[in-house]
């Protein structure tokens, strides 16, 4: 197998495998996994125990696959109230690896993995990266954060046991990520899209042509982006850029990725069965429909996570991808239930707001949200950056500018928004996760 693989001229890794499997036996597979799981989780954490023994639910209520719709949900809050280790379902002397996402309030949420939790792990990030294109031989700047942050490991053992190079470069210190990029050969890089935009616009200060350079593939993830940020990122940087998909309670990244076709996120389904269902009230959604993602991991034995609620919005896509992966798929994730805004009694989700500045000439794809509160109402101030070009130019071609922006924004947004246009290198750059919105509301109350 490994010597047909290393002569294969195509881009097929054999741990893509799971990727192909017949509908019939992968649904074998996950049930008998789920099966597998609840067990595990039953006989080992004590919450999801208590939880199962209020609904009169014993692991063998699960007979089919429909039968996950009566297993109760885990939630953010879950892993904050058994903070650090009440959700493990493997002592600790199995447990190899602990990783903690930064709360931006009060403690972090602790992850853990056995052995065979990052033999996993590492095989969802090679398919990740296989279904981007990337292969033996690709170079691989990783400024992912390394350290608790998920992100930044998680790339780095799939990369690696793909067969590519990878440069653990992590996050910061722009100026060497340029210098790196050039200096290396770098193929594929993978970081935030965020970040990615802030090293184009450095490089382009340096004097250094990123589209000239061997680079051809943007791995993105960890915060949403809409699709016009795509199409801005692949025209400014000569590459393709892939979203993928991930959250440290279930994994980290690797939970889907996109494929060439560049559309729909293919969820690794013999790990994590995707569900959706109505964001309020819980309640499973008939396929097709738009609601909230819950992913059970199948596979994870330090933490399984049954039916974690994602707070992501997406649609489920049972029809399979026409690259050829069976996997089913959901729309692009470009909100987050926890990012979502209400202003004056209307939701309203940043990317929305990024779509409508993308798609107006002039913009560039550098903006804020500032929410103030005056005299109990609430005010949404965006201010975005403009080219040199617009900002340079006499005062009426500005003046045209906010008129559009103005009006596309309240068409997007449903309310009156505040315009200010800034000149470039105004708004603060991501090292990480982009910071979109700064709410003062409760401030001035
Ligand atoms: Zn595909």
């Not at 389904?269 to 429909?289: H, K, M, N, Q």
């Not at 005299?375 to 617009?390: A, F, I, N, W």
Request: aromatic share 6%; proline share 6%.
């Amino acid at each position: 197998m490994k010597a047909n693989w290393e002569d294969a001229p195509e881009r097929f890794h054999p741990a893509s495998a799971p990727d192909y499997v017949p509908v019939p036996l992968m649904q074998e597979l996950q049930l008998a996994r789920l099966q597998c799981i609840v067990r595990r989780a039953y006989a080992h954490v004590a919450l999801f125990r208590q939880r199962m023994d209020e609904r009169g639910l014993d692991p063998d209520a699960i007979k089919t696959l429909e039968d996950v719709a009566q297993l109760p949900f885990m939630v953010k809050a879950d892993l904050r109230d058994t903070y650090p280790f009440g959700l493990f379902a493997s002592p600790m002397h199995e447990v190899v690896r602990l990783h903690a996402s930064s709360g931006t309030t009060g403690k972090p949420i602790v992850v853990a993995y056995t052995q065979q939790d990052l033999d996993v792990w590492s095989s969802v990030m090679v398919r990740t990266f296989a279904a981007c294109g990337l292969t033996r031989g690709d170079i691989v700047q990783n400024a992912y954060g390394y350290g608790l942050f998920t992100g930044g490991l998680g790339a780095h053992y799939g990369a690696e046991v793909l067969g590519a190079t990878v440069i653990p470069i992590s996050g910061g210190n722009v100026d060497r990520q340029i210098m790196v990029m050039k200096d290396f050969g770098v193929t594929a890089i993978c970081c935030t899209p965020s970040y990615f935009l802030h090293l184009l616009e450095r490089a382009t200060e340096l004097g250094v042509d990123v589209r000239a350079l061997p680079l051809r593939a943007g791995v993105f993830g960890a915060e949403p982006w809409s699709e016009s940020m795509r199409r801005h990122i692949q025209t400014a940087g000569g590459i393709q850029a892939y979203d993928i998909y991930g959250l440290s309670e279930i994994i980290g990244p690797g939970a889907g990725a996109e494929c060439c076709r560049l559309a729909w996120l293919q969820i690794f389904e013999d790990c994590f069965y995707p569900e959706i269902v109505d964001p309020e009230t819980g309640r499973p959604l008939p396929a097709e429909s738009e609601g909230e993602l819950v992913l059970p991991t199948l596979s994870k034995h330090a933490m399984p996570m049954i039916r974690y609620r994602t707070r992501d919005i997406t649609t489920l896509i049972a029809e399979p991808c026409p690259c050829g992966r069976t996997l089913r798929r959901v729309n692009r994730i470009s909100r987050r239930s926890d990012d979502m805004l209400i202003i004056r009694g209307v939701n309203v989700f940043p990317s929305q707001v990024e779509s409508a500045l993308l798609a107006v000439e002039g913009t560039l794809p550098h903006y804020q949200i500032i929410l103030t509160r005056e005299k109990g109402l609430d005010e949404m101030e965006v201010q975005v950056e403009v080219t040199p070009e617009v900002f340079s130019d006499r005062v009426g071609a500005l003046e045209t500018l906010h008129h559009t922006l103005a009006r596309a924004l309240n068409q997007t947004v449903g309310i009156r928004v505040n315009v200010r246009l800034v000149a470039p290198h105004t708004i603060t750059r991501s090292e990480g996760k982009a910071r979109r919105v700064i709410d003062q509301r409760t401030l001035d109350r």
